[in-house]
């Protein structure tokens, strides 16, 4: 081997030497900012989280029970929303609007978790006449709910009850961590707060 392969072999080695110092340079750095760039969205996430409240994370349920009775104008096409929550396929443009809320269908559609024993028997059905019922000539619903209330629903759907109730019989509210459920009614137009501590149930 003459002198001059030899200093190309040795050349060639340190150039390959240098590429590989560069290569792992670059995957090092590379690997650093993808790794920043994942921790700053997991903290972000978090924070947002955080904004949201101890509500959604720890996961509550906010509960409700109601009797009464749809206004004439819309119990004809009233039957899927009050069995089937089924809000969004109304024809009405302010029924609908409030479908297209968060969880809206659990309105009146979501299971009983965390709630007072006497709202369920052992069988688990509703007690006190909760039953999700609804009569087309005389627009009496009546039904028992929970939901996780991210984005207050519950306080939404209070927004447009008197629009197409005409009379509450009963309209219940309980947070699982409260010792007394609130009851409301509709008060000039509006659903008010009339008492709460409605009902003791001991939590």
Known sequence: MTFIEIVGIILVLMLMFVVGCIFASVSIGLSFIVTKIIKGWLHDKSIDLLKIGGNKIMGMYTGIRFKGYVRPKFRKYFEDVAINGSWRLHNDPVIK?????????FIPCGMICYMPDMWEDENEEATDGFERTYN?????WTFQCSLKNYESEI????????YFIEKIEHLEYFYEEWDYSSQYDIVDGEVKLVDDKFEHYGY
Request: charged share 25%.
């Open 136 to 140: 087309k000539e005389t627009g009496y």
């Open 97 to 105: 609007g409030f479908g297209e809320i968060g969880r809206s269908g």
């Open 155 to 162: 306080q939404e759907w209070f927004e447009i009850v008197p």
